[in-house]
């Protein structure tokens, strides 16, 4: 009998999260470690051009932008994909302000802890990460993550929101923070 390892990254709230640095369709090269948003950065890692919930997902996030920003939150959205994919997706899906981040290697897929499927049909490439998204608070540390292992069972960003909102007028503690 082959045994498979069982071993996987869990990012803990309230600690360091791993640098992270790539291309964008906005800028030459984003790094998180330059980043320094008044409250947040959100990272929405999306699965690629294939998914149609993740079209649904970055149609959606695209409009309500200016919500995030006006809580104080820099956000980008980071597939796998490569810049002729992430090109296409942005036009096709007729995005208009949200900045992508592509060529996600499966080595940050892993040190993220994003689920991680191989390609099962024509569409998909070989390997390509499930969905997560990510808030980190300017000095690099975790306060929120949603992993999923498919590409369904999403949260909708009027709660993310509306939650960020609760937290920030509440002074609402980081959560999950014991090991």
Same mark, same amino acid.
């Given at each position: 009998? =082959? =045994?498979?390892?069982? !071993?996987?990254?869990?990012?803990?709230?309230?600690?360091?999260?791993?640098?992270?640095?790539?291309?964008?369709? @906005?800028?030459?090269?984003?790094?998180?470690?330059?980043?320094?948003?008044?409250?947040?950065?959100?990272?929405?890692?999306?699965?690629?051009?294939?998914?149609?919930?993740?079209?649904?997902?970055?149609?959606?996030?695209?409009?309500?932008?200016?919500?995030?920003?006006?809580?104080?939150?820099? !956000?980008?959205?980071?597939?796998?994909?490569? /810049?002729?994919?992430?090109?296409?997706?942005?036009?096709?899906?007729?995005?208009?302000?949200?900045?992508?981040?592509?060529?996600? @290697?499966?080595?940050?897929?892993?040190?993220?802890?994003?689920?991680?499927?191989?390609?099962?049909?024509?569409?998909?490439?070989?390997?390509?990460?499930?969905?997560?998204?990510? /808030?980190?608070?300017?000095?690099? !540390?975790?306060? /929120?993550?949603?992993?999923? =292992? !498919?590409?369904?069972?999403?949260?909708?960003?009027?709660?993310?929101?509306?939650?960020?909102?609760?937290?920030?007028?509440?002074?609402?503690?980081?959560?999950?923070?014991?090991?």
């Amino acid at each position: 009998m =082959t =045994t498979i390892p069982m !071993t996987s990254i869990k990012l803990l709230t309230s600690r360091p999260v791993p640098m992270l640095e790539l291309q964008t369709l @906005s800028e030459n090269q984003w790094k998180l470690a330059d980043r320094n948003p008044p409250v947040f950065t959100m990272i929405v890692f999306y699965r690629g051009i294939h998914c149609p919930f993740c079209k649904a997902q970055l149609i959606d996030l695209d409009r309500k932008l200016e919500a995030f920003l006006n809580l104080g939150i820099e !956000t980008i959205a980071i597939s796998g994909d490569n /810049l002729e994919k992430a090109q296409k997706s942005y036009q096709d899906w007729n995005l208009q302000k949200l900045n992508v981040g592509y060529g996600l @290697s499966i080595e940050d897929m892993r040190r993220w802890g994003l689920y991680i499927s191989k390609g099962a049909f024509e569409n998909e490439p070989a390997f390509f990460n499930e969905p997560g998204i990510f /808030l980190i608070k300017p000095d690099r !540390t975790l306060t /929120l993550s949603i992993i999923g =292992t !498919t590409p369904f069972a999403r949260p909708h960003f009027d709660e993310l929101i509306n939650g960020i909102d609760y937290i920030l007028k509440n002074n609402y503690p980081t959560r999950g923070t014991e090991i």
